[in-house]
């Protein structure tokens, strides 16, 4: 059975904003978050791009929310934006971490 609660990283994001779908989100789970750092990347670093737009609406405002304090080693091995993902989807377990990058996903 997949978990009603998520974390989201960025690929993800884009992708549904490249698609007109971020509004799936809502529809499939419960409760999902996305980490500041992700939000960061995508809304403000990636400003022009697709998805910044998107997620500075105040619709996915409510939905960022800042990630416990990030293991040494998981930013040793991913990017801020993953590590944030896995640190906050732990604390919140049992949730899912949609991350779309194969190094990412394969980190327990």
């Not at 990636?46 to 960022?64: C, V």
């Not at 944030?84 to 190094?103: F, G, T, W």
Request: glycine share 6%.
């Amino acid at each position: 059975m997949m978990p009603d609660r998520a974390v989201i990283n960025s690929g993800p994001l884009i992708a549904l904003s490249l698609l007109g779908r971020l509004d799936i989100l809502p529809l499939v789970f419960k409760e999902f978050w996305i980490p500041d750092a992700v939000y960061q990347e995508v809304a403000i670093a990636g400003i022009g791009r697709t998805g910044a737009d998107d997620l500075r609406n105040p619709i996915w405002q409510r939905h960022l929310a800042p990630a416990p304090e990030l293991d040494p080693l998981l930013i040793a091995e991913l990017d801020v934006g993953e590590a944030s993902v896995i640190a906050l989807a732990r604390k919140h377990y049992p949730c899912m971490a949609i991350i779309d990058e194969k190094h990412g996903r394969l980190v327990d």
